[in-house]
């Protein structure tokens, strides 16, 4: 909504633009208005003096602000487990693989020895500085799922388990959002009488 109002003509060389520009907005439409009121007597160009008149009718606009944009994020590179914000350690670095079974390097999931972790799979990923994701009893020495536990879970009655274990990934740092300071013209203080007119 852009608002007209009736104005001194003096100090501006009664010209609107230069009206409008004294409180940084722009000039829409210029009026020669009748009888100290909204209504219009004649049609100017906003670079036009409008002469032997003591008032004038401004329109005067300002330019909608501009959405703050974020800069483009580049996505992070995919860790060897394929899972975003998340790696696993080389399985040459996990203790206790019974017979040398994993599940795929994708996977980050081993056949592990259940003593000396109580059978937990939490206890053994933590023991090589990693977390557990899931934990399974397998069938058949392989990576076939046959029951599935929670992480603190005691995997009894078996000398192996299937454990996930995983490690979060350094995350980027990232700056606080700036927010835009809110901007704020001066009021045009020589409108005749606070006289505004409300216009589409």
Do not use: H
């Amino acid at each position: 909504m852009a608002v007209a109002a009736i104005l001194i003509a003096n100090g501006y060389g009664g010209r609107c633009d230069t009206y409008c520009q004294s409180f940084g907005q722009e000039c829409a439409a210029a009026y020669e208005e009748s009888g100290n009121s909204c209504t219009i007597k004649q049609t100017y160009k906003c670079d036009e003096a409008i002469t032997g008149t003591s008032d004038m009718l401004c329109k005067c606009v300002g330019a909608a602000p501009q959405p703050i944009t974020s800069p483009p994020t580049t996505a992070a590179p995919a860790s060897t487990s394929q899972q975003p914000g998340f790696s696993c350690k080389a399985f040459s670095q996990w203790p206790d693989v019974q017979d040398g079974v994993t599940c795929g390097t994708d996977s980050c999931m081993a056949l592990v020895a259940t003593n000396g972790y109580g059978g937990r799979c939490d206890t053994y990923c933590q023991s090589f500085g990693q977390e557990c994701a899931a934990a399974y009893e397998e069938s058949g020495n392989s990576c076939t799922i046959k029951q599935t536990y929670r992480c603190d879970d005691s995997i009894t009655g078996t000398s192996d388990m299937l454990c996930k274990c995983i490690g979060a990934a350094s995350q980027p740092s990232t700056s606080p959002p700036t927010t835009a300071a809110p901007t704020s013209g001066p009021q045009p203080g020589s409108s005749r009488s606070g006289q505004t007119c409300r216009t589409a």
